[in-house]
């Protein structure tokens, strides 16, 4: 993440939000460290889905130990006994072999998502089993570094706006829109 640009839009922010001026007071210098290994972002994306952080890394672990590297060719090389005991499910298991094959197709271009528009990135990640807008955003977020995503879709994110904005209901969609 360019310091430079966090800077700015710190700046930005503190100027044009009081609320977002005292979260950030609070908070302190932004820490994100963007991931550039995108497939292994993807299939801990994937592994991470429904369960807690603590279960997400015991699994991801036992994985990258059965499997060596998380390579889209050693994941679709994989029996299915070494990605169960890893403990995924039969659905995480059909969605990771799936990004395995899409990234291997070309139909999931890895190298080229940094150059494409963010729009461009989900509709090229979301056609993956068990990626959908959320992941999406997350990897944009995460793994490409762009700081102008608003993943409108998370309750986090939700959950926050409503705390510190002082309201009475979890904002949906377009009140977050209209408060970013």
């Given at each position: 993440?360019?310091?430079k640009?966090?800077q700015t839009?710190k700046?930005?922010?503190t100027?044009?939000?009081?609320?977002?001026?005292?979260?950030?007071?609070?908070?302190?210098?932004?820490?994100?460290?963007?991931?550039?290994?995108?497939?292994?972002?993807?299939?801990?994306?994937?592994v991470?889905?429904?369960?807690?952080?603590?279960?997400?890394?015991?699994?991801?672990?036992?994985?990258?130990?059965?499997?060596?590297?998380?390579?889209p060719?050693r994941?679709?090389d994989a029996?299915?006994?070494?990605?169960?005991?890893?403990?995924?499910?039969?659905s995480?298991?059909?969605?990771?072999?799936?990004?395995?094959?899409k990234?291997l197709s070309?139909?999931?271009?890895?190298?080229k998502?940094a150059?494409?528009?963010?729009?461009?990135?989900v509709e090229?990640?979301?056609q993956?089993?068990?990626?959908g807008?959320?992941?999406?955003?997350m990897?944009l977020?995460f793994?490409?570094?762009?700081?102008?995503?608003l993943?409108?879709?998370?309750?986090?994110?939700?959950a926050?706006?409503m705390?510190?904005?002082?309201?009475?209901?979890?904002?949906?969609?377009?009140?977050?829109?209209?408060?970013g």
């Open positions: 993440m360019d310091p640009l966090l839009a700046r930005h922010l100027r044009r939000d009081e609320v977002l001026k005292k979260v950030i007071g609070a908070v302190g210098p932004c820490t994100l460290r963007v991931d550039d290994n995108h497939f292994a972002l993807l299939v801990r994306a994937i991470s889905q429904q369960i807690s952080t603590k279960a997400a890394a015991a699994i991801s672990g036992r994985l990258l130990k059965g499997v060596g590297r998380f390579q060719k994941l679709l029996d299915e006994a070494t990605l169960q005991s890893a403990g995924l499910s039969r995480k298991r059909l969605s990771i072999r799936d990004l395995a094959e990234c070309g139909d999931v271009p890895l190298r998502l150059s494409l528009e963010n729009e461009e990135v090229a990640l979301t993956v089993r068990g990626i807008p959320w992941t999406a955003e990897f977020i793994s490409l570094g762009r700081p102008d995503v993943p409108v879709g998370d309750y986090g994110l939700r926050g706006v705390k510190q904005y002082g309201l009475s209901e979890l904002p949906g969609k377009q009140r977050l829109h209209d408060i």
